[in-house]
């Protein structure tokens, strides 16, 4: 097991006890399109996103998606790698960051605000 592999399952385990429902994103994310993929692969996202054209698109999806959860406490575990397109992976961690500060909002989740952390391994 590689050191990564095996942080990972510890931070997943650790996340899972403090009451958090984890969605772990699959390696190989290195620019627009495996981002797009992988956050269609394991999360939740209302209306589904067809396309890698939109940000806007994949961030609206993906806020709904996840307050639509019934937990409130909700952990994103991405692992690291080398990328092609850094400028890509900044906008995908942003997209993440607005997502998390409005699911936290209890204007814009009307009373029912979520904890979503967003962890980079």
Same mark, same amino acid.
């Given at each position: ?5 095996? =942080? %990972?399952?510890?931070?997943?385990? #650790?996340?899972?006890?403090?009451? @958090?429902?984890? @969605?772990? /994103?699959?390696?190989? &994310?290195?620019? =627009?399109?495996? @981002? @797009?993929?992988? &956050? ?5 996202? #209302?209306?589904?996103?067809? +396309?890698?054209?939109? $940000?806007?698109?994949? +961030?609206?999806?993906? $806020? !709904?998606?996840?307050? !639509? /959860?019934? !937990?409130?406490?909700? %952990? ?5 790698? !080398? *990328?092609?397109? %850094?400028? #890509?992976? =900044? ?13 936290? #909002? ?7 605000? =979520?904890?979503?952390? *967003?962890?980079? &391994?």
């Amino acid at each position: 097991m590689s050191s990564n592999v095996a =942080k %990972a399952s510890v931070l997943v385990e #650790d996340l899972r006890a403090r009451g @958090f429902l984890v @969605f772990s /994103l699959p390696s190989g &994310i290195v620019d =627009k399109s495996s @981002f @797009f993929d992988a &956050i269609r692969s394991c999360l939740p996202l #209302d209306p589904p996103v067809v +396309s890698n054209r939109s $940000w806007d698109a994949l +961030s609206d999806s993906l $806020w !709904e998606g996840l307050s !639509e /959860l019934a !937990e409130n406490r909700i %952990a994103i575990v991405w692992p690291t790698e !080398e *990328v092609a397109a %850094a400028e #890509d992976m =900044k906008i995908a961690m942003g997209v993440l960051d607005q997502v998390a500060r409005l699911l936290a #909002d209890p204007v814009a989740t009307v009373g029912k605000p =979520k904890e979503l952390v *967003v962890v980079r &391994i």
